[in-house]
């Protein structure tokens, strides 16, 4: 899961948990506020009622006892005398429906089941019927009175409930908008991330001294662009160091080489046949070992020179006939091997570039063929023009690699197996180098094969343009 993800995902997480922790709260207080109303109206309408009683004004004010029934009145009533505990008042919907009397001072909710041929608005169904009761203490003209009375909550019901649905709503829609609103927010946020991220994506070894702009404020995102540029400042300096260490190493190194090689070469012109036999092996091995010696620290010189340049002279060329040069100079060590070399090769690819670099270019890639091939083996050499240049591809039989090394192959010292490269020598900077060349011309290079059946390398370079 990304950043942004989990940031929208804590975010509206945090939201409706709060949302839910207050729907809760506001769900108590409103709750209450439905029975502090109901309350409030049943000791009003107790203490209306026995004022009327009082003042002998029953059969005008309050429901007959003959009145039809629960329209008309809609409470259960009953009013005691409080001393004597006689019966003073009855509403027809108390003679009906039968609720427990309470203790005085005190309020309950009661359930009842109603009989059908009493049916009440918004009772639909239901059988059972929800009372609110209470019973009341009062005082009127010098008289006490106990009134017992309630009223059903079937409007109360209904709108607790609407009450439930709205707060499940507010809380769907609030969450839907806590993630559209942090989905914004992180992005807001990760957006110096996003940055960081796109520059530091395209720094590589060819442009280290490129830096992460870092803003006035003092912040984490700040802070931590002027610790990946404290970095790459380490970065910068080790990899100069590495390489002026190289460059000097291989420099330093190529004239005692070329001594020892021009020593080795002088006693070996000389009559060596009277020598020892382990000496005149030891010798011979000695100076192919220079040999090779002399050739790495050539190609270190030669990579080493390739990686501070950021262009090269270029001049307009013919691709065709610099690989047909090149083939026909390499045909003589594919015959002694019994190679079959093919060329297919477009009459006048004409590009940009360096001839000397290019040979060398090609020349390593067509040596790796030959070195890396089988006897009786096959070499196809093509190019031709493509929609993004020319595309030229030399494929060999052979051995072939695995998939996970077409990649590493243009690394710096990188070898498939050791015994192959004792076998046929090599510095292993090679195709390094031809990458460099290539990387130069502003071109491409890769590497496809099978395993045990082939290997093909891909070069493309750019058009001429005038």
Not at 185 to 192: C, E, S
Not at 312 to 338: C, M, V
Not at 439 to 458: D, F, Y
Request: one cysteine or more; aromatic letters at 8%; proline letters at 3%.
């Amino acid at each position: 899961m990304t950043v942004k993800k989990r940031i929208i995902l804590l975010v509206a997480c945090a939201g409706f948990i709060t949302s839910l922790l207050f729907s809760i709260i506001v769900f108590c207080e409103l709750i209450e506020q439905p029975f502090v109303l109901l309350d409030k109206e049943l000791k009003e309408e107790a203490y209306r009622t026995v004022k009327i009683i009082t003042k002998g004004q029953r059969e005008s004010a309050l429901p007959a006892y003959n009145s039809p029934g629960y329209e008309d009145y809609p409470y259960w009533l009953k009013i005691y005398e409080r001393d004597s505990n006689k019966l003073l008042y009855e509403s027809n919907l108390a003679k009906i429906v039968k609720l427990p009397l309470l203790k005085p001072r005190s309020k309950s909710i009661v359930s009842v089941i109603i009989p059908p041929k009493l049916v009440f608005p918004g009772q639909h169904k239901n059988t059972e019927i929800t009372f609110r009761i209470r019973s009341i203490d009062l005082t009127y003209t010098g008289r006490d009175y106990t009134v017992q009375i309630a009223r059903t909550m079937l409007k109360l019901k209904d709108e607790i409930w609407e009450l439930v649905f709205g707060l499940i709503a507010g809380l769907i829609f609030s969450s839907m908008a806590l993630i559209v609103i942090s989905y914004f927010i992180a992005g807001k946020i990760l957006k110096p991330i996003a940055s960081m991220r796109d520059l530091t994506h395209n720094i590589s070894d060819k442009n280290l001294d490129q830096r992460i702009p870092v803003g006035a404020e003092n912040d984490e995102f700040n802070e931590l662009a002027g610790t990946i540029n404290r970095m790459l400042d380490r970065l910068e300096y080790s990899f100069v160091k590495q390489k002026n260490l190289l460059f000097d190493t291989s420099h330093e190194m190529k004239t005692p080489l070329s001594t020892m090689r021009l020593a080795i070469d002088d006693i070996c012109s000389a009559d060596i046949e009277n020598l020892p036999p382990f000496l005149r092996e030891n010798l011979l091995r000695l100076k192919n070992q220079v040999l090779r010696m002399e050739r790495l620290v050539k190609d270190l010189l030669n990579l080493s020179s390739l990686e501070v340049l950021d262009s090269i002279k270029q001049e307009p060329l013919d691709l065709t006939d610099l690989l047909s040069s090149l083939a026909e100079d390499y045909r003589f060590l594919a015959d002694a091997q019994n190679i079959r070399m093919d060329l297919n090769l477009q009459d006048k690819l004409i590009i940009n570039g360096d001839a000397d670099k290019l040979n060398r270019t090609f020349s390593n890639i067509f040596d790796n063929a030959i070195k890396y091939n089988i006897k009786g083996g096959q070499i196809s050499v093509e190019s031709t023009r493509s929609s993004d240049g020319i595309k030229t591809t030399v494929t060999n039989t052979g051995s072939g690699l695995a998939e996970n090394e077409t990649n590493k192959i243009f690394e710096q010292f990188y070898r498939i197996e050791k015994s192959r490269s004792i076998q046929h020598g090599g510095s292993g900077l090679g195709l390094a180098i031809a990458k460099r060349i290539i990387e130069l011309h502003g071109g491409s290079i890769k590497m496809e094969s099978v395993q045990g059946k082939w290997a093909r390398v891909i070069v493309y370079l750019p058009y001429a343009y005038n």
